[in-house]
Every structure is written in structure tokens, then in C-alpha cells.
């Protein structure tokens, strides 16, 4: 993208670049630490179509080594233009050379090109980055896994085919972690944690 015009796109991010980056940074790993509990992430303005909870993951994870992946909706001049300023991140057309994905509800129906980690280096696995109408008024799931006690019930409005991805894409320590974000609140969903259908586990 030529800077000289980019720059008519840029907008300020965090009010304060360096403690609010902290505070988001620490409330997306509460989230990841307690799968299935809503956490406030409210430190960023919205940004065109990107929620402030959305916003906020962006600023808080991306970086000049973390090539990102945009799906349509978010893939515009001023979205590029100021994730690439604040962020320095590279955005990538192939989603297997991301280690981050900006998705809506309507790229969830396959995952299949997102790198999932390999057994010696799962860590290099793809991160989702999802953004949803609201966290709540889908079918309740219940969670089980490390972070949990017992079990979660969480109702994230995903049709089942997200699921069924996700348990394609998951062979512990490989996997999919993933962030749900809605207005100014993210829940978190590591690859460890197990999601159950009724008595059928789903992912």
C-alpha cells in the first residue's frame, strides 16, 4: 500500500500506547486462562467494522513477526492502513502463512488451510482472532479442560460446522487457539479445551 495515501486512513489506537497494550494483552490471556469466561477488553475505539474488543486483540498480539490473514469484511484500505502502522504486522493472501486470522462468523465453515502447529513446533500454530454479533444466544456447550473447574457452559452463537472444523484441526499439543470478540468483552478458547454436544465431544 503506497504510505503517502494510506496515511489519509490512520486514526489514533490506544490512548495509551504502552499501558493500554498491557492491560489488553493481559486480559486476552485471563481469556485464554479461563475458557469460556467473558473478560472486558475495552482500551481501543472501533475501527470501521473492527469492534473494540476486536481492535484491541489486534494491537495487543500483532507485530512486525506475526503475518496476518484478513477475511473480506475487514480486508479495507483504512483497516490495512492502520494495522500496518500500530501494529507493523504483514498481512498474507494464503492463510497457511499466518500465525494470525481476523475472521467473522462467516469464514468459520472451513479452517482447513490454517497451519495447526506440528509436534515439535505447536506453538507456530494459527491464532483466530473472531468477531461476533454478541457471546451469547447459541446452543449451550459445555467446556471441560485446564482453566475449568468441572465444567463451562458456554453459548457462542456458531453453527455446528465451526465444531466439526475445529475437531478436524486438533490433535493436542497441535490445534487452533481462538479469540471471540463482541463489542468491548473476548472470550478465549485454547486447543486444550474440550467442547461437548450433548454426551458427544465435539472438539
Not at 96 to 117: I, R, V, Y
Request: proline fraction near 7%; aromatic fraction near 8%; charge should be negative.
Amino acid at each position: 500500500m503506497d504510505l503517502l495515501h494510506s496515511s489519509a486512513w490512520l486514526q489514533p489506537a490506544f490512548n495509551d500506547p504502552v499501558l493500554d497494550a498491557q492491560v489488553s494483552f493481559r486480559a486476552a490471556l485471563k481469556a485464554l486462562a479461563e475458557p469460556g469466561l467473558a473478560q472486558p477488553l475495552d482500551r481501543a475505539l472501533a475501527l470501521q467494522t473492527l469492534q473494540p474488543a476486536t481492535y484491541a486483540l489486534c494491537l495487543a498480539f500483532l507485530d512486525a513477526d506475526t503475518p496476518l490473514w484478513l477475511a473480506p469484511r475487514f480486508d479495507t484500505p483504512a483497516i490495512r492502513a492502520n494495522l500496518t502502522f500500530h501494529c507493523g504486522c504483514p498481512i498474507v493472501a494464503e492463510r497457511e502463512l499466518a500465525l494470525f486470522a481476523l475472521l467473522d462468523e462467516g469464514e468459520l465453515h472451513d479452517l482447513s488451510d490454517f497451519d495447526n502447529g506440528s509436534e515439535r513446533y505447536p506453538d507456530q500454530s494459527c491464532t483466530l482472532l473472531v468477531q461476533l454479533a454478541a457471546l451469547d444466544g447459541g446452543a449451550p456447550l459445555r467446556w471441560r479442560g485446564p482453566g475449568i473447574k468441572d465444567v463451562r457452559s458456554v453459548s457462542l452463537p456458531l453453527a455446528n460446522r465451526f465444531w466439526q472444523q475445529r475437531s478436524a484441526r486438533s490433535a493436542f499439543p497441535r490445534g487452533l487457539d481462538a479469540f471471540f470478540a463482541a463489542g468491548v468483552q473476548v472470550i478465549g478458547l485454547p486447543r486444550s479445551t474440550r467442547v461437548l454436544i450433548d454426551a458427544e465431544e465435539a472438539a
